[in-house]
Structure formats: structure tokens, C-alpha cells
């Protein structure tokens, strides 16, 4: 059994029988691309909730805690700033948290997905190509 019969990504052997014919629902169907739906949403919902919650937490200290926020850290490094400042290495840590989900979870599934629906469209052509080849044309006999 394949990688990709088991739905774990990877390109189709070239000697496994595609379970269906062409369909362009048919990926949507398999339990591989249902579960990259699912891992997407759910990073896409945690990531969401640490940015929106970071800023909020920010905003609402800024406005019901000011003797907090000017609380001198260092020089004239108040919390306030460093906790802004704060806010942008927050956002870096997203950004690279998603790159990193991409290429580990993602990209595997979707590459095997790709190389599925191109084996079925080659397959598909095959079919057509082999079908118009063994069908006698009209115009093969007409008269001069």
C-alpha cells in the first residue's frame, strides 16, 4: 500500500488504479483533504485568537492600567513601549509559527492531492485520446 493510497500525500504509483474517474468534486471528498481543511481552520483560529488577544490585552492596560504602562523598565523604557514593541515580535512568532505549519502539514497534503487530481486529468485524456483513435471518424469516408 502507498503513501498516497493511504491518503498521506506523495504522487499516485503509476500502477495503482485511480479509484474514480475524473471528478472535480472527488478531492474534496477524501478524508486527506478533509483533514487539511480541518488543520488549516484550526491553526488559522488559534493564531487569530493570540494576535486579536495580544492587542486587546495591550489596548485594555493602556486604558485601565496607566500607572502600570508608565512604569519605568529601564531608562526611559516605560512597560507600555515594551509591551508595544512587544506587540511586533508577537506578530513575528505568527508569521513564522504559519510558514512553518504550511510547509510541515500543508504543503505534503497538498502535493499528493495535486499529483491525485493530475494522475485522474492524464488518465482522463488517455481514455479520451484511446476512445477517439478506436471510433471510426465520418470524414474517413466521405467521397471525392
Known amino acids: 500500500m502507498s503513501r498516497h493510497s493511504m491518503g498521506l500525500g506523495g504522487s499516485p504509483s503509476p500502477y495503482e488504479a485511480g479509484p474514480e474517474p475524473a471528478d472535480?468534486?472527488?478531492?474534496?471528498?477524501?478524508?486527506?483533504?478533509?483533514?487539511?481543511r480541518r488543520s488549516h481552520r484550526r491553526f488559522g483560529v488559534r493564531a487569530t485568537a493570540v494576535a486579536v488577544g495580544?492587542?486587546?490585552?495591550?489596548?485594555?492596560?493602556?486604558?485601565?492600567?496607566?500607572?502600570?504602562?508608565?512604569t519605568s523598565v529601564s531608562g526611559h523604557l516605560t512597560l507600555g513601549l515594551a509591551l508595544g514593541l512587544g506587540q511586533f515580535l508577537l506578530m513575528g512568532?505568527?508569521?513564522?509559527?504559519?510558514?512553518?505549519h504550511m510547509r510541515t502539514?500543508?504543503?505534503?497534503?497538498?502535493?499528493?492531492?495535486?499529483g491525485l487530481v493530475r494522475?485522474?486529468?492524464?488518465?482522463?485524456?488517455?481514455?479520451?485520446?484511446?476512445?477517439?483513435?478506436?471510433?471510426?471518424?465520418?470524414?474517413?469516408f466521405r467521397s471525392w
Open 54 to 70: 495580544g492587542f486587546l490585552l495591550y489596548v485594555l492596560l493602556s486604558s485601565f492600567a496607566p500607572g502600570l504602562m508608565n
Open 93 to 100: 512568532v505568527i508569521v513564522w509559527r504559519y510558514l512553518v
Open 24 to 36: 472535480p468534486h472527488s478531492v474534496s471528498r477524501r478524508p486527506a483533504y478533509q483533514s487539511l
Open 119 to 140: 494522475h485522474h486529468e492524464s488518465a482522463a485524456r488517455e481514455r479520451a485520446a484511446f476512445e477517439t483513435r478506436t471510433a471510426p471518424r465520418e470524414e474517413e
Open 105 to 114: 502539514q500543508v504543503t505534503p497534503v497538498v502535493r499528493g492531492l495535486r
